[in-house]
């Protein structure tokens, strides 16, 4: 699947990063290349970037969306080629004006790093250091485990320490400009954080093991729903989030239930037989909240089999339940799923199935043997393409009954029509995805090989040697390689 792009805009990010060195380095150099990066077929004329090269290889970067600065952590591989070094350098450089800021040794251990706009926060031993982005010189200094900043309201939130008890049960807001504690609230820290978001400009929404909280940005305040998401061995048993105007909808591992989002009040909830909810997606129309149950716990990063495996739909206004379909255990748990007119398919490791999604009624459902086709993965969305013998690209849907196509194990992508019928199987290799709209361009490229440009016609228009992990910010096209980043300024593609 293609990765979203790492911008960062209002929301600052995390990395994994220990012992920061704040000495600068002196005789660190970035080299600034001006390079051939493709060809614009329409003029025939080359297409010329720049390549910045650094002195390692990339381990992660950030972009800054307001300052445009670049933030790359560079990490080397041991003499043996077998193991990533501890140790390694993130350094400041301005996109703009082209120019590095300032370069830091780091080590790459346990600790955190976060980011927003101008101000830097590092994370060690419970201790946060917060540093200035233009020059990388520390402003100040705290004992409190931060976890995000709010660049909006300048504010940094995150649990006290203390040297004899570790991690208190008190969430700080940190005024990002002094250090300075400006409110604190009751919130206990051992609870994990699955998910938060802003639901207005001050106030944010917290999933963690205890239930939900909303926490204003500038007082502290908020509400708290209490309910069990995690079994003890800290398993996620939980959904997303889902919010309209009023309320918020949250499926737990002992309820589904609709909350006041002002108030926190509980407007209705329905309890789950025990041991049947886990880790599970809603969503919802006008009038129903519908949610499908995988039959997962989610922990480090890894699935295990949990709870039954089901649809179930709700009415938004009463809680009342319209419907609850069980699918046999026998099927293993639900790896994605697709709605396509009100029906959905269910997508199994060696099967899919097809519900209706008004009523809850079984339709009809395929095996995929594994010996034949592998194991089936994911659904792939509306993004394939693929070409003729004239060299036109189009989506794969404009060229066969296909309503699905799902990846499979043995690297294959199948088409299937909505009868579950198979219309199409392609190598991996051989199609490409569709990764970015520009203008009237579509930008299309094959795994681990160069982006074709296509107009609207499917014909091509430029090839550049990027990646399909590129991304576009202010009409200029960035790309990461293995030591280096690329930029290539779009503005006067076809001029």
């Keep these: 699947m293609i990765k979203a792009h790492k911008i960062i805009n209002l929301f600052?990010?995390?990395?994994?990063?220990?012992?920061?060195?704040?000495?600068?380095?002196?005789?660190?150099?970035?080299?600034?290349?001006?390079?051939?990066?493709?060809?614009?077929?329409?003029?025939?004329?080359?297409?010329?970037?720049?390549?910045?090269?650094?002195?390692?290889?990339?381990?992660?970067?950030?972009i800054d969306t307001t300052s445009h600065f670049l933030t790359v952590q560079l990490r080397g591989i041991s003499s043996n080629g077998k193991w990533l070094n501890n140790t390694g350098n993130m350094l400041q450089y301005d996109l703009i004006n082209k120019k590095l800021l300032w370069n830091k040794?780091?080590?790459?251990?346990?600790?955190?790093?976060?980011?927003?706009?101008?101000?830097?926060?590092?994370?060690?031993?419970?201790?946060?250091?917060?540093?200035?982005?233009?020059?990388?010189?520390s402003l100040w200094d705290k004992y409190n485990q931060v976890l995000l900043i709010d660049s909006k309201q300048n504010i940094a939130i995150g649990y006290r320490y203390h040297s004899m008890v570790g991690l208190m049960n008190y969430l700080e807001g940190i005024d990002v400009k002094t250090g300075e504690t400006i409110w604190e609230r009751k919130l206990r820290s051992?609870?994990?954080?699955?998910?938060?978001?802003?639901?207005?400009?001050?106030?944010?929404?917290?999933?963690?093991?205890?239930?939900?909280?909303t926490?204003?940005?500038?007082?502290?305040?908020?509400?708290?729903?209490l309910t069990s998401t995690s079994r003890k061995n800290n398993s996620e048993l939980v959904s997303n989030i889902l919010a309209d105007s009023t309320s918020i909808y949250l499926a737990s591992q002992e309820q589904m239930a609709k909350i006041d989002k002002?108030?926190?009040?509980?407007?209705?909830?329905?309890?789950?037989?025990?041991?049947?909810?886990?880790?599970?997606?809603?969503?919802?129309?006008?009038?129903?909240?519908?949610?499908?149950?995988?039959g997962l716990a989610y922990k480090s990063y890894c699935y295990d089999y949990y709870g039954k495996v089901f649809i179930a739909t709700f009415d938004?206004?009463?809680?009342?339940?319209?419907?609850?379909?069980?699918?046999?255990?026998?099927?293993?748990?639900?790896?994605?799923?697709?709605?396509?007119?009100?029906e959905i398919y269910l997508l199994f490791q060696n099967k899919i199935a097809k519900y209706d999604l008004k009523t809850g009624a079984f339709i009809n459902e395929k095996e995929f043997h594994k010996k034949i086709y592998g194991k089936l993965k994911y659904f792939f969305g509306n993004h394939i393409f693929i070409v003729n013998e004239n060299r036109v690209y189009s989506d794969i849907a404009q060229n066969n009954s296909a309503k699905l196509h799902f990846y499979l194990s043995s690297?294959?992508?199948?088409?299937?029509?909505?009868?579950?019928?198979?219309?199409?199987?392609?190598?991996?290799k051989d199609i490409c995805i569709n990764y970015l709209h520009y203008k009237n361009?579509?930008?299309?490229?094959?795994?681990?090989?160069?982006?074709?440009?296509?107009?609207?016609?499917?014909?091509?228009i430029a090839e550049l040697n990027i990646s399909s992990n590129a991304f576009l910010l202010d009409d200029i096209l960035y790309d990461k390689r293995n030591n280096s980043f690329i930029a290539i300024d779009f503005r006067n593609f076809n001029k």
């Design 190 to 213: 051992v609870d994990k954080w699955y998910a938060q978001y802003y639901i207005n400009d001050s106030t944010l929404i917290v999933s963690n093991t205890a239930g939900l909280h």
């Design 105 to 137: 040794s780091i080590s790459y251990l346990a600790s955190s790093f976060l980011q927003c706009n101008k101000i830097l926060i590092h994370s060690d031993n419970y201790k946060s250091y917060c540093i200035d982005a233009y020059t990388g010189k």
């Design 411 to 428: 690297e294959k992508i199948l088409s299937i029509d909505s009868q579950l019928n198979v219309t199409n199987t392609s190598n991996i």
């Design 12 to 62: 600052c990010f995390l990395l994994l990063i220990t012992n920061l060195s704040f000495s600068q380095e002196s005789g660190f150099q970035v080299l600034n290349e001006t390079k051939v990066l493709g060809k614009n077929y329409i003029n025939g004329a080359d297409i010329v970037g720049t390549e910045l090269i650094f002195s390692d290889k990339i381990h992660d970067f950030f």
């Design 262 to 294: 002002q108030s926190g009040n509980i407007l209705w909830k329905y309890r789950f037989q025990y041991d049947w909810s886990g880790v599970s997606s809603i969503f919802m129309d006008d009038t129903v909240v519908y949610m499908v149950n995988k």
């Design 316 to 342: 938004k206004q009463t809680g009342k339940l319209k419907y609850l379909t069980l699918t046999s255990n026998r099927d293993g748990s639900i790896l994605d799923f697709k709605i396509l007119d009100y």
């Design 215 to 225: 926490i204003n940005i500038n007082t502290g305040k908020g509400w708290d729903y």
């Design 441 to 460: 361009y579509t930008f299309i490229a094959k795994i681990d090989e160069n982006t074709f440009v296509i107009n609207n016609d499917g014909k091509i």
